[in-house]
């Protein structure tokens, strides 16, 4: 299957909100995030408007709020602009304080479309890698980079990961559980 060139707009489009942004805790530009999370979703088997979401899932939390969410529907429409909705937690800023905010975020995922459960899969997948890869670097000093700390962190992957799987099953969503159960083996060590 080729992708329209909406794919390489959406790209660009993340490129120019992220621009400057970094990985928690590395030199690593933001951008390189969305990047993978839009290849596990099309490894998944997401449609095309997965895929752009996907580019652009942290764009309205990270880039401008509901001024930048319409702007996504103006470009690519309201399907993509309704699943990046779906995976933002917040579009305050400042943001809401953070359990309250990760709480109600996890609460939508019960209901939320196949198509949002399938980027934020995605979007925990690569995170979690990331975090487990920065406890081999950093050991335990990589958890000051989270607000939840480790047990808060740990808390909201377990969370997330059930509310996904609430009437919604892929293979994604298995590797989800695995990476979790991965990151609970690293954080003990």
Known sequence: MAYSPNVANAFAFALRIHDGQYRKGRQVPFITHPMAVAALVGEDGGTEAEIMAALLHDCVEDGGGMATLEAIRTEFGDEVADIVWGCSDSHEQPKPPWRKRK????????????????????????NVRALRELLQEQGADAWNAFKGGRDGTLWYYDAIASSIGTGYEARSLNILRSEVKALHERSTQ
């Open 103 to 126: 709480q109600t975020f996890i609460e939508s995922l019960r209901d939320a479309t196949p198509s949002v459960k399938r980027v934020v899969t995605a979007d925990k997948i690569h």
